[in-house]
T-cell receptor, first 117, second 115 residues
Framework: DTGVSQDPRHKITKRGQNVTFRCDPI?????LYWYRQTLGQGPEFLTY????????KSRLLSDRFSAERPKGSFSTLEIQRTEQGDSAMYLC???????????????FGPGTRLTVL | EDQVTQSPEALRLQEGESSSLNCSYT??????LFWYRQDPGKGPEFLFT???AGEEKEKERLKATLTKKESFLHITAPKPEDSATYLC????????????????FGAGTRLAVHP
C-alpha cells in the first residue's frame, strides 16, 4: 500500500502524560499536513511542512504541541501534558506541489484516535 | 473570515432516491474546492477538486458542480454503500507560502442510504 500511513491507530492515555504520533506520507510527496477532527466536525488545520520546513502553524497549536519532519520524510506530532480536551482524531495528509503543478490535492491517512482519560 | 457551511447536516435516502448536498463558502482567493468522503473511524477519501465556476466533475453516481458561492454534490440513484459523511473544503492562497496551503473544512453531511 502506497498511501499515507499513521501510527498508532488508537492511543489511550491519562491526563498529564505525553504522547507522540507518527505519519509516513506518500513517498514522493513534499508537503505534509496535520489536522485535528472532533466528533461531528470537519478536520481543523494544525500545521504543515514543505519538505523539512514548518511553514505555518494554527493558533490551535498551543505550546504543548510540537511537530517535526526531519529530513523531509516522516513526521511526528507530540502533545505534552495531555488534557481531556485533546481527545480527538489526529489526521495526517500529504500532497505534491511543484512549479508545473497548480493543484494541491491532499491525501489523508487513516488517523490516530486519541482518548485522554 | 474564510468559512464553509454544509447542508443538510444529515440526510436519509431510500436506495435509488437521488438528491443533492450543498456547500456554501466564503474565501479570499479561492484556489480550489474539494469534496471528500469519510467513513466512520477512517480518514477522508478524496473525491473531486473544482477550480472555477461552471466546472463539473463526475465519478460513478456522484457529480460535483461549482458556482462562485457554492458547490453541490449530486447523488444519482444512491446505493447503501454510498452511506458516509461527505466533507467539503476550500483552499485559499497565501502569498507567503507560495500560493497554496491549508484546507478549510465544513462540518460535513452525514448521508444514510437505506435499502
Amino acid at each position: 500500500d502506497t498511501g499515507v500511513s499513521q501510527d498508532p491507530r488508537h492511543k489511550i492515555t491519562k491526563r498529564g502524560q505525553n504522547v507522540t504520533f507518527r505519519c509516513d506520507p506518500i513517498s514522493e510527496h513534499n508537503r505534509l499536513y496535520w489536522y485535528r477532527q472532533t466528533l461531528g466536525q470537519g478536520p481543523e488545520f494544525l500545521t504543515y511542512f514543505q519538505n523539512e520546513a514548518q511553514l505555518e502553524k494554527s493558533r490551535l497549536l498551543s505550546d504543548r504541541f510540537s511537530a517535526e519532519r526531519p529530513k523531509g520524510s516522516f513526521s511526528t506530532l507530540e502533545i505534552q501534558r495531555t488534557e481531556q480536551g485533546d481527545s480527538a482524531m489526529y489526521l495526517c495528509a500529504s500532497s505534491l506541489v511543484s512549479p508545473g503543478i497548480s493543484t494541491d490535492t491532499q491525501y489523508f491517512g487513516p488517523g490516530t484516535r486519541l482518548t485522554v482519560l | 473570515e474564510d468559512q464553509v457551511t454544509q447542508s443538510p447536516e444529515a440526510l436519509r435516502l431510500q436506495e435509488g432516491e437521488s438528491s443533492s448536498l450543498n456547500c456554501s463558502y466564503t474565501v479570499s482567493g479561492l484556489r480550489g474546492l474539494f469534496w471528500y468522503r469519510q467513513d466512520p473511524g477512517k480518514g477522508p477519501e478524496f473525491l473531486f477538486t473544482l477550480y472555477s465556476a461552471g466546472e463539473e466533475k463526475e465519478k460513478e453516481r456522484l457529480k460535483a458542480t461549482l458556482t462562485k458561492k457554492e458547490s453541490f454534490l449530486h447523488i444519482t440513484a444512491p446505493k447503501p454503500e454510498d452511506s458516509a459523511t461527505y466533507l467539503c473544503a476550500v483552499q485559499a492562497s497565501f502569498m507567503f507560502s507560495g500560493g497554496y496551503n491549508k484546507l478549510i473544512f465544513g462540518a460535513g453531511t452525514r448521508l444514510a442510504v437505506h435499502p
